[in-house]
């Protein structure tokens, strides 16, 4: 019996030695369609960090909100039911408003002004993040925000009454400013949503719609620009912490290297996405100068609630892209 042992002991050993040490594996829920470019982005990435750490560390693309719905991915992360994962920042906005930063109708609507309105609030973004035990890996912007609807709108009126599929706060109150009803949606689930007549209109990127096909359901989107929202990749800190410094050299400069590609991706797929909604057969333009101009004046109203409810922080954040400009 004591041979035994020994010999079973000894095996291991030499298993332990054999195979790469402390070999893990993560698992990274995502909530977007693995045909969008955030999963595209996260594919790469994780595939970089598996390569990268010679095995030590594997991790595994969970897109479409198949392993955690979008809602719950921060919490799954935060309460280390998954290492590490990728949400919509601003999806945090209704536990704090600093989330929100990057929701605020024509604050920045450009890839430029996101980026620098992305480095003025950034310092403040991971600050909140450590609070909650998650460590910020990288971010990426979605391409500029525009508004779908089913019939041609031409201002703020023609709004009146319709079924608006929201994704955050900010995308709730524009809807309720507008006349319009507000019903929340992941982005997993439109399609179905507009099909059954449980959402008609939205605000959302040419991506979004191109992904969920949304021309099978409706017919116009304008290109208000209005904002550009970021997804974040974020790791469990306890976990981060427990990763040796050779392989956290890997996994920032795979995240470089990933938010360097998602931009890029997102600059491209912009152009891209807006042709495939006109292929669907869309009507896809600016919107009216009546439209803009009162779009404009909520943009205001919602500026002006955003800072009350995001206080100096959310103030400095402001007042440092203004000044970047
Ligand atoms: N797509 C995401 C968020 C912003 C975007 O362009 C969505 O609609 O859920």
Redesign the pocket.
């Known amino acids: 019996m004591k041979n035994l042992t020994n010999l079973l002991a000894a095996t291991a050993l030499t298993a332990a030695t054999v195979a790469p040490a402390l070999a893990e594996k993560w698992d990274m829920p995502m ?2 369609s693995a045909s969008n470019f955030h999963s595209a982005t996260g594919a790469e990435f994780a595939k970089c960090v598996t390569t990268g750490t010679g095995g030590e560390i594997e991790i595994v693309t969970h897109p479409s909100g198949s392993l955690f719905k ?1 809602g719950d991915i921060k919490r799954a992360i935060q309460t280390g039911q998954a290492p590490i994962g990728e949400r ?1 920042l601003s999806g945090h906005q209704n536990e704090n408003a600093l989330f929100g930063f990057d929701s605020i109708p024509f604050l920045a609507t450009s890839f430029d002004d996101s980026a620098k309105l992305w480095d003025a609030a950034k310092p403040s973004i991971e600050k909140l993040l450590a609070e909650q035990n998650l460590t910020l890996l990288y971010a990426v912007p ?2 500029p ?1 525009g508004l779908y609807f089913k019939n041609e709108v031409n201002s703020v009126a023609d709004m009146a009454g319709i079924k608006f599929r929201s ?1 955050n706060n900010a995308t709730s109150r524009l809807a309720e400013l507008t006349g319009m009803l507000p019903v929340t949606i ?2 997993a689930e ?1 399609s179905q949503a507009f099909a059954t007549g449980v959402a008609e209109s ?1 605000v ?2 040419g ?2 719609g191109y992904d969920r096909k949304v021309w099978e359901s409706l017919s116009y989107f304008y290109e208000v620009d209005a904002w550009l ?1 970021r997804n974040y990749v974020m790791v469990n800190s306890e976990v981060w912490a427990g990763v040796s410094d050779a392989n956290k050299n890997v996994i920032q400069a795979c995240a470089s290297l990933a938010e360097y590609a998602g931009n890029w991706r997102a600059k491209e797929y912009t152009g891209f996405t807006l042709q495939g909604l006109r292929d669907g057969g869309m009507t896809v333009g600016p919107a009216s100068d009546q439209m803009v101009g009162e779009l404009k004046e909520i943009g205001v109203t919602m500026t002006n609630e955003w800072l009350e409810a995001a206080g100096d922080e959310g103030k400095a954040i402001v007042d440092a892209f203004s000044s970047s400009q």
């Open positions: 909530a977007y979008g919509l979605w391409p925000q994704y992941e982005a439109i939205m959302s990127s991506s979004t929202p």
